[in-house]
């Protein structure tokens, strides 16, 4: 998802050049080709319209942060193309007309990629088919509002209750993750640490391995400059009780034939496939 994350840093850098010229107009990155391979600018079109009157249980937002997740990549294949890229946001209401919110509350919600959006919370619909409201943030004082994006929002939650609810670890264990320093992968090891686990991290580059000793986890495997089959024998010879995958693909094979018996796997995700490309 990376690529759409440099996409999406472009439109922003925009989107501060169009606050400042005028609230008068919205601009929005519209889905237009269905992604073959990694997400490419040419999938994406950035347009740029009037901002219509408000109607009577509507609220006019403005876009803060915007979130791109892994999740898109998948979900993106079921969407019709030449609508609004979806995606949460946080945002700040600048007019409304819905009792239950009023201008200046910050809210988190799938808005979509689009700087100055206009909706219905009653009937707004996440990328997934269900109804679901935005949701108006306490005061988080000197934190950063991206926080409702990040571990008080949907990554957080994914790892508190994968982890916890589906994995159930206990003091003594070890818990292995994929997909390590991710968003979700580097909170995972950070609880399981928490509850007296020893945690064991897979991820790429020697920034992300120093970043995640420095979170507290014990072993970190590099899976593309180390063999990673052998590392979990080296440096877990006492087995896996617990996977968090974020990955799939080759890698969990490796990983669960590691796993010691009465083990517990949560499947998060399945990044290795995401990318792949369209078979015509």
């Known amino acids: 998802m990376f690529p759409c994350a440099r996409i999406l840093s472009s439109f922003q850098s925009r989107t501060i050049l169009t606050r400042a010229l005028s609230t008068m107009t919205t601009k929005k990155l519209l889905f237009v ?3 073959d391979g990694e997400p490419k600018p040419s999938d994406f079109k950035v347009v740029e319209e009037k901002i219509p009157a408000l109607k009577d249980g509507e609220v006019q937002f403005e876009a803060l942060f915007i979130s791109v997740d892994p999740y898109m990549r998948p979900v993106s294949v079921g969407k019709p193309l030449g609508q609004k890229m979806f995606g949460a946001q946080v945002a700040r209401v600048t007019e409304s007309k819905h009792p239950k919110y009023k201008k200046g509350d910050n809210v988190v919600g799938y808005m979509g990629w689009e700087t100055h959006p206009i909706c219905n919370p009653d009937t ?12 108006v943030l306490p005061d988080f004082k000197k934190l950063p509002l991206s926080l409702a994006l990040g571990v008080l929002g949907m990554p957080g939650n994914t790892a508190y209750f994968g982890l916890t609810e589906l994995c159930q670890p206990k003091p003594g264990e070890t818990v292995c993750i994929s997909g390590a320093a991710g968003a979700v992968g580097s909170l995972v090891g950070q609880i399981a640490k928490n509850l007296g686990c020893k945690v064991v991290g897979i991820a790429n580059k020697k920034e992300k391995l120093d970043w995640l000793q420095s979170l507290g986890f ?53 990044i290795a496939g995401y990318n792949a490309k369209l078979h015509h």
């Open 218 to 270: 014990d072993v970190t495997i590099d899976y593309k400059e180390e063999n990673v089959d052998k590392m979990l024998s080296e440096k877990v010879p006492q087995g896996i009780d617990c996977y968090f995958d974020n990955v799939g693909g080759e890698m969990s094979s490796t990983v669960l034939s590691h796993m010691n018996m009465f083990g517990r796997v949560a499947v998060c995700g399945a």
């Open 33 to 35: 080709k269905h992604f």
């Open 124 to 135: 707004l619909e996440s990328p997934f088919g269900a109804i679901e409201k935005p949701l």
